[in-house]
């Protein structure tokens, strides 16, 4: 099935035979571009757009997680971003901690997922930390955490490697 923006660009093949037309896609598509750019420079990812957000940036652990031995042995940083999508409309208006998230709690599991047992994979460091954060509180609807090595036993120069994940509470 086509979208709506393909059969947009298939019904106009050709910008001289409907040049309106074309420049309708055009706009629509350079406008579309900028919105998603801005969304994803502030953090807003369409799972959970229009909800209060706590972000949480550069935290650091070390962890023992890789697939060499001496990433198991000695460890390495871990730098974790997270995102976590709650109602957290009425603690603004009460200015009490018991509405809304405690950020001790939220870096507390996120640290016991970095610095816990050894994984093979970042995959399945971020959805230990992912599934904790979500069982942390029922008002997150939803968990995005980017967790990176920034020394990576790798050929070449890069400034980290990482992975990215999204997860959603089920209903």
């Given at each position: 099935?086509?979208?709506?923006?393909?059969a947009l660009l298939v019904?106009?093949?050709?910008?001289?035979?409907?040049?309106a037309l074309w420049q309708?896609?055009?706009?629509?598509?350079?406008?579309?571009?900028?919105?998603?750019?801005?969304?994803?420079?502030?953090?807003?990812?369409?799972?959970?757009?229009?909800?209060?957000?706590?972000?949480?940036?550069?935290?650091?652990?070390?962890?023992?997680?890789?697939?060499?031995?001496?990433?198991?042995?000695?460890?390495?940083?871990?730098?974790?971003?997270?995102?976590?999508?709650?109602?957290?409309?009425?603690?603004?208006?009460?200015?009490?901690?018991?509405?809304?998230?405690?950020?001790?709690?939220?870096?507390?599991?996120?640290?016991?997922?970095?610095?816990?047992?050894?994984?093979?994979?970042?995959?399945?460091?971020?959805?230990?930390?992912?599934?904790?954060?979500?069982?942390?509180?029922?008002?997150?609807?939803?968990?995005?955490?980017?967790?990176?090595?920034?020394?990576?036993?790798?050929?070449?120069?890069?400034?980290?490697?990482?992975?990215?994940?999204?997860?959603?509470?089920?209903?």
């Amino acid at each position: 099935m086509l979208s709506s923006r393909t059969a947009l660009l298939v019904g106009c093949h050709c910008a001289r035979q409907c040049p309106a037309l074309w420049q309708s896609a055009s706009t629509y598509f350079t406008t579309q571009q900028h919105l998603q750019q801005q969304q994803q420079q502030r953090g807003f990812s369409a799972a959970a757009e229009g909800e209060d957000k706590i972000v949480m940036k550069g935290l650091v652990f070390h962890g023992y997680h890789g697939a060499l031995p001496e990433e198991n042995t000695l460890g390495q940083k871990f730098v974790v971003d997270a995102v976590l999508w709650a109602d957290i409309a009425k603690s603004g208006r009460t200015d009490s901690l018991e509405d809304t998230l405690d950020y001790r709690k939220v870096y507390s599991e996120i640290q016991q997922a970095v610095e816990g047992p050894a994984r093979v994979l970042q995959e399945a460091v971020a959805e230990d930390a992912a599934q904790r954060l979500l069982a942390l509180d029922t008002r997150v609807s939803a968990v995005q955490l980017y967790i990176r090595k920034p020394h990576v036993a790798l050929p070449g120069v890069l400034d980290s490697i990482g992975i990215e994940i999204l997860r959603r509470r089920s209903s």
